[in-house]
């Protein structure tokens, strides 16, 4: 259970974070600023939490400082009044405190940048925001004093943390390489730098915390960015709060699901960090709209987070009436649903194994496969957890491994004991693919896939056939392609070949076209090799899928895909599946537990047309993914994302769920409306006659 004594942020779920990144040449700010004022606008507003800076990524502070520089255009104690009025108000109060984004200490200490392989430093946003290392003297000198400073000084019941992470290929400053020397690591291999910086940073949390609970232990300590793989449990025991940041303007809708379905493994409190913005932080004179924030912190109280939204105010310190009128409106909708989800948990059922990152230039691809997976289930119905490789596997049914690459050595003993004591695995492409000590390369779990690896096709695409008639429903006769490359594998003498593999009559390339795209399947199928095979192994079994149909599922979002991953999963279910809910793909659904009650979240998306796509440079070349937009680039430049303007309500939606006993109360939240059931050996049988953006079905038990 998530201890809601000692992490008691979490009861806290409508925070509010107050940017505040201010240029240096700007003056006379918040002219206009009433305190007193904003913090009853923010009560009234249904906040309960609010976040106020103590410094900014230009490294200026917004209190009384002796140790940094208070902004230069700001004539009085911002971060004192604001706390001190909002405290008055029965608001909690976080300190923010921007951590690697120091651009005073970047300017007066070189010798504390971050700094890339190739000597480059980072100054992001235009030159402006520095970006300096914590393992540097910096931490010692500028950030502990200032946190102490701080909790001397001011009333506060946390602190915020913002930006303990390194830039992409660093950091190569002096204090980093001496370090990584001493303690054996090649500064120069990705993976063991990707190993120290994540060491680097849970030390951070490590020392911040015993120094920030010396004040008080009662104090919150929340940092952003922790949600990653690994990350989240290596840092959670020195944090109160794990937080994601989720933003549809750079990375879609579906960005957050995993880190949300991981995150509320960890037992712990967490947080959805979301912009009240349309195209960018800090993008004034626009934000998202009310359907759209509803439907934001609908998605994330389903998955157990508690909400924080981040808004900056005008020059003159305050914040815009409309944004505050939408703020009140978004936070009485998280608010009457609070009762069912704050310290809710998830009920275990499938899990994603997910792999970390390996510091490669690909990583961000490599988590498609991750993506790719969360998506096929969603869209499904299925109830699901990404977890890490420390979870307890036992009290999932299936473990899906989408395409793993980093599986220690225990992990792959975990999962062969997994199966063998009666557990089933679907796995799909390179999972395990390593060097063994004969010095071949073959998977590590070979023989409970029950396949041989010889290597992988040539071809950038091939195509599935021959479905089982198992796992045949719904799909076509005709071969499917995958735009992608297939492994090539032959099975063992007691596997069972679920689909097979033809490759395309050849690879188009420079001078050898066929039509516009490529070329169509060969008549002749590859020899013995297959592309699905089922395979028994001790108590349990397991399913191998050849390419990668996770990673493609995410990146060419054909439905197919997901139909497939779906049979396979009934498959290897059987009878005991936990819910059937007859609705479309858009419908995300969350299965999430109090004491002696479950619910259900529905979460209902739709979104508008995007105006513009971001197009391939060739865009017939079907092998490459969907192209990042360019960094670079002013934010206003990139293609726009899905805007949620009206979500269509669904009506009469057929669920079928077993249940752990008889319940003695069904009824729908927040409306409090009494709900019949069939219900007959664990099987609850049940119409939700309407679905707006989100409705939850509560199952109150003895
Ligand atoms: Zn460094």
Redesign the pocket.
Known sequence: MVDLEKHWVGKYARTLLIDFHIPPEVSNLCSAFNAEKLAKDLVESNVNAVGIYTKCHYGFSYYNTKIGIRHPGLNFDYFGTLAKACKDAGLVVYAYYSVARDSVAYQNHPDWR??DSKGHTFLLTKGNWGVV????PYTQEVVFPQIREVLENYEVDGIWWDIVT?EKD????????KEMKAEGFDPYKPYEHYIFNEK?IERFYQESYSLIKSFDPKLQIVSNSTGDIGRARRCKDWLDALVTEYIPFRHGFLYWMPYGKHMRTMKQPFECCISSWHKAWGDFGNFKTLEQFKYEVAHALSMGGIILTVHQPFLDGNLSEDFISLLKEAYAFIKEREEWCIGSESVPYIAILADHATGESDDERHFNSLRGACKALDESHIQFDVIDEDEEFNKYKVLILPNNRTLSTRTIHRVREYVREGGRIIASHLTSLTKLENGKVDFALNDVFGVKYLGIFPESIGYMTSFHEDIAKDLPKTPLIVYDQFVKVIPLEKTEVLAEVRRPLFEVKEGRSYSHAHAPPHPLPPTETACIVGNVYGKGRSIYIAPPIFRAYYEHNVPFYRILISNLLDLVLGREKLLEIKTGPSVSISLMSQENRWILHLVNYHAERRATLPLPTNYEDWSQPTPVPDPRQPYYRLPSHEVIEEIPPRYNIPIRIRLPKTPKDVYLAPAREKLTIEYKDNIAELIVPRLDVHQMIIFEFE
């Open positions: 971050q700094t290392c914590f393992n540097s390194f660093s950091c190569f400053c002096p204090y980093c390489k680097s």
